[in-house]
């Protein structure tokens, strides 16, 4: 049977900021976004009058709600939407902008991210009261790194990889951070430094996470913005237009595992062996694209093993593979499959995925300065829970 057309989103990041990632005790949640969007509307040319639409990605219990944000901001919409505070949607709220642009519900949607860090680290999973992920527990060992650890323990079981290997993924980052002057860690890091570092949950070392407290919560502020509008109207503004040609949303499901590929969870999966479906290639096709035609890979990267994980689920490296295919020399700066040009949440900072999107950006208008990677045409938004999007800066790419 023949595969159904999807159809095309007419829509494009066309402003981008993000503040300097650290720790800023005089600044508040709403200031750092608040300023993140004034950058954004500077970098994009527009009015604030002219922002029509927005998606929240800091809703309870971490952040204030959407509509005191809208009247805080000034802003006067005609679609909003708002998810509670998590990484895992990052690229749903980019992708719930670009489809309200498309649908015609809004014609510049506002995008908008941030943390301020919480004195003693803010809600760990018991504080939710039910556990709010379908892995985590609500009592015992409640930060979030011992399910990613028990991921990958079956990982490695599974595919008899070396764990060290996951160095190259740390480096790399961190290779990446010390040319980003938004980053918070930039210090260079050797293979010394991270066979040194302590195991936090084994078998991931102290280094193999993002900064966080004792409670699972990131350690540093930011704020970020990205403002998607219809794509049409992207073409007449100053900036070359980042178009977002394709997206899939985030999966679910018994075999899901939170912080792992399909049936590597610890309770309900049944699935021996991943392989990528058709649910994990519905952005390419929209796009018209395949893995091949990546030149550029961003993944949320709070724990290292997640970057070997998305690679497999989308097609870059066979199953199983991605300890020997992502090397240090090849996602690395210079490196012919560049990852999390950034720096990541590894080595920028806990920014939700928003540095990786604003990073994205300035890549494809080849604004991105000493780390800019040349040539780069087509990137990737590719997270571990099954949400992916695809960006361009060719005209010729964007599907009508």
Known sequence: MTEPKIPPLNAAIVGAAITPVGVWPEETTF???????????????LERAQLDGFVWNLGRPSGEDYDAMVAGLDLRTRFVTQ???????????????????????????????????????????????????????GYGMTSFVHDAALAFQSYLAQHGADRDRLADVVLAARDHATRNDSA????????????????????????DCFPFGPTGSPQNDYGACVIVGRGDLARGLDHTPVHIVGGQGVQGGRQEAYFGLPGLGLFGQTEAAFAPGPWDRHAYRQAGMEASDVDLFYTYDCFASL?????????HCPPGEASSWAT?????????????????????????GWG??????????????????AGASVAQWGAVFGDALLFTNDEERVPR
Not at 328 to 352: C, D, K, M, W, Y
Request: net charge neutral; hydrophobic share 40%.
């Open 31 to 45: 200031g750092l976004a608040a300023r993140a969007l004034s950058e954004a509307l500077d970098d994009a040319g």
């Open 83 to 137: 998810f509670w505070t998590h990484g895992r949607f990052t690229g749903s709220a980019v992708l719930a902008a670009a489809t309200a642009v498309t649908m015609g519900l809004a014609d510049y949607v506002v995008c908008l991210g941030g943390t301020k860090r919480r004195a003693g680290g803010g809600p760990s999973a018991a504080a939710y009261g039910t556990p709010p992920y379908g892995d985590v527990a």
């Open 184 to 207: 918070w860690l930039r210090d260079p890091l050797t293979l010394d430094d991270y066979l040194a570092s302590p195991l936090i949950v084994e078998p991931l070392r102290r280094l």
């Open 307 to 315: 970057v070997w994980m998305a690679l497999e689920r989308y097609g």
């Open 328 to 352: 240090r020399e090849r996602i690395g700066p210079g490196g012919s499959f560049p990852v999390n040009t950034n720096g990541g949440l590894l080595s920028q900072g806990h920014t939700a």
């Open 356 to 373: 990786h999107m604003v990073e994205l950006t300035r890549q494809l208008r080849h604004e991105a300065g000493d780390r800019q990677v």
